[in-house]
């Protein structure tokens, strides 16, 4: 059961690992208790994040992270070196959207040095349905002014 993680890990290709992810599904609890897992040990952020990612779009599988996805596991994806972990982190916080994290999210704009990654947290932190949400677009717009 676990080879479709393992499987998925070592998978380039994009479709493949769509599939995997279906396949996944089935048993999403067992396979979301290996990704968490995983995160709390460090491995394989970057694959885990995006699993989560693409994983968040179902409402059963958000339903279910409700009770056990943490601080600790955010902390390790959010201060991950590789930009495209965070992002996904980023896009799966759209999906998840627990008002737990919504202030570390807040504090990240303020941190991110990466592009992609700032407007993948813009576009989660509209999710969240702030109410000044123009005083965050204008921090956003005044950082990519300062990057130009």
Do not use: P, W
């Amino acid at each position: 059961m676990n080879d479709l993680l393992e499987s998925y890990y070592i998978s380039e290709d994009e479709k493949e690992r769509i599939k995997l992810i279906d396949l996944m599904l089935e048993d999403y609890t067992h396979y979301l208790e290996l990704v968490l897992n995983n995160i709390q040990e460090g491995k394989e952020l970057r694959s885990n994040a995006y699993l989560l990612n693409l994983m968040s779009k179902k409402k059963r599988v958000n339903d279910y992270l409700k009770t056990r996805f943490n601080k600790n596991h955010f902390n390790k994806l959010i201060n991950d070196s590789d930009a495209k972990c965070r992002k996904n982190l980023y896009i799966f916080m759209g999906n998840f959207l627990s008002k737990e994290f919504l202030m570390d999210l807040i504090k990240a704009l303020k941190n991110e040095k990466v592009n992609y990654c700032i407007s993948s947290l813009v576009l989660t932190l509209g999710n969240y349905h702030i109410k000044n949400i123009d005083e965050i677009m204008n921090k956003y717009l005044d950082l990519l002014n300062v990057r130009l």
